[in-house]
């Protein structure tokens, strides 16, 4: 009989490493392909072209019982642009490509659309192209995102450096608790349709999930500072997994403190209510599309005023491991319980 391997075996990762594996690059314009937020792709004059691309799928990505499609429209463009941020490149175009199904009417459609119109204006970034096509299991959306640096002003993954600070913008657990929330209401919906949803001691969470922001905002601040981070990735499948795709792409690992995790009050309440570890959102939440980097020692002058950067630890050497330092003073293994794809 022959063998069977589950994908679950592999992991979204380990699935990626394996397809890419047999492919060399033979362009020399490529100068960075599969292994980071985005492929990095040289224009000459020292300039480069970053694109990344998303696949969401209904059911998997987005729930169309609690996701309005204006809102889900403009969510699937700040999560291909925060790909484009997480290199410290400014986003300049995007495609979008649909498979919908006859269930969609064209007001529907519409709706999604206004909700990219809201983004591309937000983000500044033109809609150049994609493709339509029908659907027999519910809306699929693609985007690929496109964006323009300085070769010297990108940052990897793979960049971290010994004693570098550890920081992350925003605050983080809210996009999974505001989905436990909603989660929640249709389950009451379901059970009672006439029981309507009661979101409004929720909206801040709820907004986190449904209506996500990439942090555009912070590159144009630290281009203006003269700050190129060392390393950076954004927050999409949970704080501890990135930290971990950072560490092993700098070989490195790190050390981070439980009482300097940002962490917002109604996050941190909604999260108590349902019985949830609020730190445990969030390292593991995901979709908060903040965005994770490390700085030189030197520039935390710059930006230790910042009252949207918190600074969480720090870089050490490989063999140290990946470490949290709970509020009283223990130091625990970091696990990385993130979003699992297979």
């Known amino acids: 009989m022959e063998k069977r391997t589950e994908l679950a075996d592999l992991g979204e990762f380990g699935l990626i490493e394996r397809l890419s594996s047999g492919f060399a690059l033979t362009q020399t314009s490529t100068v960075k392909g599969i292994g980071d937020d985005a492929a990095v792709i040289d224009k000459g004059n020292g300039e480069v072209m970053v694109i990344s691309t998303d696949l969401l799928l209904e059911g998997v990505h987005f729930d169309l019982s609690f996701h309005p499609l204006q809102h889900l429209g403009f969510k699937a463009v700040a999560v291909n642009v925060s790909d484009i941020a997480a290199m410290n490149a400014v986003p300049t175009q995007i495609t979008?490509?649909?498979g919908i199904s006859n269930r969609f009417s064209l007001e529907a459609i519409d709706a999604l659309y206004d909700g990219i119109k809201a983004a591309c204006e937000h983000y500044k970034v033109d809609l150049v192209g994609g493709d339509t096509t029908s659907s027999r299991a519910g809306l699929v959306?693609?985007?690929?995102?496109?964006?323009?640096?300085?070769?010297e002003d990108l940052s990897y993954r793979s960049g971290a450096q010994l004693a570098d600070i550890i920081c992350v913008t925003g605050d983080l657990g809210g996009a999974y608790v505001g989905l436990q929330v909603l989660e929640r209401e249709k389950q009451v919906y379901l059970a009672n349709p006439e029981?309507?949803?009661?979101?409004?001691?929720?909206?801040?969470?709820?907004?986190?999930?449904?209506?996500?922001?990439?942090?555009?905002?912070?590159?144009h601040e630290m281009r203006e500072q003269g700050i190129v981070p060392t390393a950076m990735i954004d927050v999409s499948d949970g704080l501890a997994s990135e930290l971990f795709h950072i560490a092993k792409a700098s070989?490195?690992?790190?050390?981070?403190?439980?009482?300097k995790l940002p962490i917002a009050k109604p996050t941190f309440d909604t999260a108590v209510e349902f019985n949830l570890d609020p730190i445990t959102c969030a390292l593991n939440g995901g979709e908060d599309y903040e965005l994770l980097f490390t700085i030189k020692q030197e520039d935390y002058e710059k930006l230790k005023m910042h009252p949207d950067i918190h600074f969480i630890g720090y870089v050490h050497e490989r063999d140290k491991g990946m470490n949290l330092v709970t509020k009283?003073?223990?130091?625990?293994?970091?696990?990385?319980q993130g979003w699992q794809h297979f």
């Open 141 to 151: 959306l693609s985007i690929t995102a496109v964006g323009e640096a300085k070769k």
């Open 328 to 336: 009283s003073g223990t130091v625990v293994s970091l696990k990385a």
């Open 96 to 98: 979008v490509s649909i």
């Open 195 to 219: 029981m309507q949803p009661d979101l409004a001691p929720y909206e801040y969470v709820v907004q986190r999930q449904l209506k996500s922001d990439a942090r555009t905002d912070i590159i």
């Open 251 to 259: 070989d490195k690992a790190v050390q981070i403190f439980e009482d």
